[in-house]
Structures are given as structure tokens and as C-alpha cells.
């Protein structure tokens, strides 16, 4: 597979950052996934609107264009002739004096790479048992609202649930909330009312999260983000996880506790992989 490094395309094995590069000393870094089919970006706007916001806040600079990396998209999908694809865009702070002071940084460096799309069935969606993460998520911690390179916290709860035979973890805030999985935001339905925790209860403020309120709304289901405790998830009529790899992911099972199935799980995954065929048409 080939790669862009700082604008230059290159082999993956060709593709190296300094040892001293922020990113990989301290998470010094920001990301973004997205969806590529029939070789354009889905959504791509949203996402670039997200890396810009957080990079704002945390005093990055983004040393390329929205339209710089379409260009790059184009490149990477006629290189590796790849036109379904998950795209990843890696923004490093880039490298510097030794030491937490970002003083000195003047030149990030960024990656962004092509890897094979998730095979996407519809009719029902994929069945993920959850395991609740003896890891506490802290929602007055600003950087949980940005994709940040930091997510040591979501490789130990990814960890843990697969170790216990799980396929992966939610978090729980200190109030005693639930926000959202290692990869992914949460959802669970109320009769026809669908429902996800607000932003400030700590959650990412996924694309695809965004782009389910959309299509909920627009196809006469009620929604509502207001928080709920763990234990009030375990009764809900049916919950699903939202990413932009699969889109849909309906829970099944919350550590012993089964999930009901509600159809509209299945119902709000067509009207997303609508959407994701439409717009990339």
C-alpha cells in the first residue's frame, strides 16, 4: 500500500517519522476516519470541520487544505486502486525540543492512508456484546470532545472486554452515566424514540453520530440526547453503536444482560448506507 507523508507519496515501509516526533512521544496528535466509496469521501466536510475545531483548540496548525486532501484521496485511491476504502487522516504536532513544551514546533507532519472497507451486509445489522470498562471516563476532561492521538484509556478498555470474551467496552462517566464504547457512540431506542447521550456528558462528537440524528429526524423518529445510567440501558427496547467503519452496530448483549432486537435498528442502518451510497455517488 502506498501512502502520503507530508504531501509525498510513498510506500508504507518508505513512510517514517523522526523517533521524536510529538505524536509518538506524547499523543502530541490529532485524527480523523472516514468512509471512501466508488472513490469519493463520505462526509468528508464534517470531518475536516472536526480535525480544524480541535486543532484550533489545541493550537495545532494544518499544514494542507480540504482540498489538498481530496487531491490526496485521489492519488491514494489510483495508486493502490482502491475505491471503497477507510480513509485516515494522522496530524502530528511534528517534532521539537525535548520535553512537554510545544514550544519549538513549527513543522507538523501528517499521514493519511488508505486501508480495505468493512464488508457491509444489510438486512440485520452486526451483533456486538458490550462489557462495561472498569475504566471511569472523566467528563469535565475537555480533550474527551477531540479526536486526540492520546486513547490509551480506549486500548485498556478494548483490552479488557476482549480478554472477558467481548467484542467491546463501554464507559461509564463519574456521575454514573453511560457515554460511549472504546470506538464508537451509544444509541438506544424508547418505543420509536431514539435516543444517545448529550455532548456533555463527555461523548465524541461523532460524524456518524450526527449524520443518525439527521436521518432519525428526517424520516419522522423522535430523538432525544439526554443522559441515562448504565443500569436504565439494560431495560432499553433495543441499542445500537454508531462509527463510521460500520455505520451500524446493534448491541446484543451488555455484560449479562441480553438485548432485545428492534427493528429499527436495521431501519436507521438503510437510511445510513442510503446516505453513503447517495452522497458518494
Not at 486500548?155 to 472504546?182: C, M, P, R, S, W
Not at 438506544?188 to 439527521?214: M, Q
Request: aromatic residues 8%; glycine residues 6%.
Amino acid at each position: 500500500m502506498r501512502v502520503i507523508l507530508n504531501g509525498k507519496l510513498l510506500e508504507e515501509a518508505e513512510a517514517m517519522i523522526p523517533v521524536f516526533d510529538r505524536s509518538f512521544c506524547y499523543g502530541d496528535g490529532l485524527f480523523e476516519t472516514f468512509q471512501v466509496r466508488n472513490g469519493r469521501a463520505f462526509r468528508l466536510a464534517a470531518h475536516m470541520e472536526r480535525l480544524r475545531t480541535s486543532a484550533k483548540t489545541l493550537h495545532f496548525m494544518v499544514p494542507f487544505s480540504d482540498s489538498d486532501v481530496e487531491d490526496y484521496l485521489d492519488a491514494l485511491i489510483s495508486e493502490n486502486d482502491l475505491s471503497d476504502a477507510m480513509a485516515r487522516i494522522h496530524l502530528s504536532r511534528g517534532t521539537g525540543p525535548r520535553g512537554y513544551s510545544p514550544k519549538g514546533s513549527k513543522h507538523p507532519a501528517f499521514v493519511v492512508s488508505l486501508h480495505p472497507a468493512p464488508d457491509i451486509k444489510l438486512g440485520r445489522p452486526p451483533a456486538w456484546r458490550m462489557k462495561t470498562s472498569q475504566h471511569r471516563w472523566n467528563s469535565d476532561d475537555p480533550l474527551v470532545r477531540h479526536k486526540t492521538a492520546s486513547r490509551l484509556i480506549n486500548v485498556l478498555a478494548k483490552a479488557e472486554a476482549e480478554e472477558a470474551g467481548y467484542d467491546d467496552a463501554f464507559f461509564v462517566n463519574q456521575h454514573g452515566d453511560i457515554v460511549e464504547a472504546t470506538c464508537a457512540n451509544v444509541f438506544w431506542l424508547e418505543g420509536n424514540l431514539v435516543c444517545t447521550p448529550p455532548l456533555s456528558s463527555g461523548v465524541l462528537p461523532g460524524i456518524t453520530r450526527r449524520t443518525v440524528l439527521e436521518l432519525a429526524a428526517k424520516n419522522g423518529l423522535g430523538v432525544e440526547e439526554k443522559n441515562l445510567p448504565r443500569d436504565r440501558l439494560m431495560v432499553a427496547d433495543g441499542a445500537f453503536l454508531s462509527l463510521s467503519s460500520f455505520g451500524i452496530i446493534e448491541i446484543s448483549r451488555i455484560d449479562q444482560t441480553i438485548l432485545p432486537v428492534h427493528e429499527l435498528t436495521a431501519r436507521i442502518q438503510r437510511l445510513w448506507h442510503a446516505a453513503l451510497l447517495t452522497e458518494t455517488a
